[in-house]
Structure formats: structure tokens, C-alpha cells
């Protein structure tokens, strides 16, 4: 109830605000359009996010601000920055609108700049092994300690990182690079009124085709089957492809993978469609013989495990003996006593 309650208070203070001027609204679309911005995902949405510093930046150099050389105001535009909290009080109130979203950035990668645990059960291990794993483990204490140190390195490999946005529980501009904003406010481009009556014209002109005269509709009578044989081949390029995959693959025992066109049904250009011709995906031998070598490593490091534990018994027992004040004399200088 208690959230409900929140809520519908916000939604009032939302609707309750006073609209925004024509010069605000222009503000906003020039902000809009003129802001460097990137695109994320937030909430399995792609969306447009930008900093609040470039925010700033965009407004005092814009043609209603009096701070900057680049801005040419001639008197027709009224001045509406006179500093940068003129223009973060005017950011704030975009953001009281809704007209964007305050978001933080979450990595995908939870193990960024997680520290490496360490296995100290060591108590059944013998002492061969017990001092390949510390070996193992100061040098990758040493690599932890060493990577805080490069900032610029990391900073890299997070900007590599996959990230999403999630809403930030305060909603408040912040004029800061580290803060980041998610637009909301999409206002209609001329471009895109273009677009629209463009459409419109053309739906009439189709519904108008038997008006067409004979010339233009043998024409497009042409062009159509072209088109749409065109479409046909395609299609069957795309069956063929699969067809002569799963015979090669039966064939060959599924030894060869033969895919021709791999880039046709992909996500990507016309052109880059058709390259490669053909790829064969066949298992090599060589990734056969490291598997076999692999194992006969493993299978020697298993007998040696006794071996190595039966000398270290062998060094501890001649440890206490010489400390007791006993000689240990090995076998070969027993032959020659």
C-alpha cells in the first residue's frame, strides 16, 4: 500500500507541473538532437543514454547561452544560460517532465575486479604439490596486486565489457560524466513527416493502379516478377544450403561440416551475404593429439603423485634422524665404506 501510495503521489507531482514554454520545447529538441549520445539496453530495450556533463556542456554552448565564444546569438534568440547551473536547473526540470531518466551502468561480468580465492587445505597434499600451489597462488596474488595499480587498463577492459542500465533510485541530474541519462522524449523530425506523406502518396497510387496507363503497368508487371524470382532463388539457395550440409554430414559420419553460403541467412549486408563461398569445419588431428597428450600427462602426473610422496617421507625421515645426531648415509657411499 505504502508503494502504491508513493507512486501515485509522484504521478501527481509529475501532472501537476506547470507546462513547458515554446522556448523550453525548442530547448529540449535542440538537446535532443545535438546531445553526443550512445545507444544501451535498458529492460531489454535499446535506448539513447548520454552523460550529464555533455548534457551541460550541449546547452551552454548552444545559441541560448551567453557563456561560450561559440555560440552566435544576434539578439532574435532570448538568453537563456548565463552559467552552468542555469542550464542544470533547466536539465532538471526535462527530468521532473519525464522527458529522461536518471540510469546507473551494470556489467554482465560480475568477476570484474573480483579478488582470486586462495585453497588453504593443504593438510592431505604432500609437499611437492603443496609448494606448486603456492607458487601458483603468490603469483596470482602478485597479478591481483599488480592490476589495481594499471587504472587505465581496467578502465579499457570495462568499456569492453557488456553492460545494461538499470533504473537509478534517485531521480535527480547530477552534472557529473560518471551519470548517465536515458531519453525518453522522442519529438517528430521533419524527416519524418516527409516520410509519413510519402507513404500516404504512395498507398494512393497503388490503390490507383488500373488508372495507370499501359506502358507503366507492364512496367511494373516486369519488375515484379523480377523481384519476386529473385526472392525465390534466394530462398532456394537457403534450402540447398541445409540440403547439402546434412548429406555431406551423413556421408562422412558427421567427420565434415560443409556449409555453403554460411553468411546467407545471417544478420548481415547483401554483399557480405555471399562471403565466404563455402567453409569445411573438419576436426583436425592436431586437436586430437594434444587431447592424447593431455591425458598421458595427467595419467603421469597420477603415478608420480607416490613417488614424490615416498620422497618427501624419505627427506622427513632424514631430517629427524640428523637432528637426533645420528649420520645418514646414502647407498652409494655405504659401497664405497
Not at 111 to 133: F, L
Amino acid at each position: 500500500m505504502s508503494e502504491g501510495r508513493k507512486k501515485s503521489r509522484r504521478r501527481r507531482s509529475s501532472d501537476d507541473l506547470p507546462e513547458l514554454t515554446p522556448i523550453e520545447k525548442s530547448i529540449a529538441k535542440y538537446l535532443r538532437f545535438q546531445c553526443p549520445t550512445k545507444k544501451g539496453v535498458l529492460m531489454g530495450m535499446q535506448v539513447v543514454y548520454f552523460t550529464g556533463s555533455k548534457a551541460v556542456e550541449c546547452l551552454t554552448e548552444s545559441k541560448w547561452s551567453s557563456i561560450s565564444t561559440k555560440a552566435t546569438n544576434n539578439g532574435k534568440s532570448p538568453i537563456c544560460f548565463s552559467s552552468k547551473h542555469d542550464a542544470v536547473q533547466m536539465l532538471r526540470k526535462f527530468l521532473d517532465h519525464e522527458m529522461c531518466r536518471r540510469v546507473t551502468k551494470v556489467y554482465k561480468d560480475a568477476n570484474v575486479g573480483s579478488e582470486i580465492k586462495e585453497d588453504t587445505s593443504q593438510s592431505n597434499t604432500p609437499r611437492a604439490i603443496r609448494r606448486r600451489k603456492t607458487k601458483q597462488n603468490e603469483n596470482a596474488s602478485s597479478s591481483v596486486t599488480e592490476s589495481p595499480v594499471n587504472d587505465d587498463e581496467l578502465k579499457e577492459k570495462l568499456k569492453k565489457k557488456k553492460f545494461k542500465f538499470e533504473l537509478h533510485g534517485d531521480q535527480v541530474f547530477v552534472d557529473s560524466p560518471n551519470d548517465f541519462f536515458v531519453w525518453t522524449y522522442s519529438p517528430t523530425t521533419i524527416k519524418q513527416y516527409i516520410i509519413g506523406g510519402l507513404l500516404v502518396i504512395g498507398c494512393i497510387g497503388v490503390c490507383l493502379f488500373p488508372l495507370w496507363p499501359s506502358q507503366v503497368r507492364t512496367g511494373v508487371y516486369y519488375l515484379s516478377i523480377t523481384l519476386a524470382s529473385l526472392l525465390g532463388a534466394l530462398l532456394s539457395l537457403a534450402v540447398l544450403k541445409y540440403i547439402i550440409f546434412a548429406l555431406i554430414w551423413l556421408v562422412t559420419m558427421g567427420n565434415i561440416r560443409f556449409w555453403f553460403l554460411p553468411n546467407l541467412t545471417e544478420d548481415v549486408g547483401f554483399f557480405e551475404s555471399f562471403v565466404p563461398f563455402y567453409v569445411i569445419n573438419a576436426p583436425a588431428k592436431e586437436k586430437k593429439t594434444k587431447e592424447i597428450s593431455n591425458e598421458n600427462e595427467q595419467a603421469d602426473e597420477e603415478r608420480n603423485l607416490p613417488e614424490q610422496a615416498v620422497d618427501s617421507e624419505e627427506e622427513t625421515k632424514r631430517q629427524r634422524l640428523a637432528d637426533d645426531g645420528f649420520e645418514v648415509l646414502s647407498k652409494e657411499e655405504l659401497e664405497t665404506k
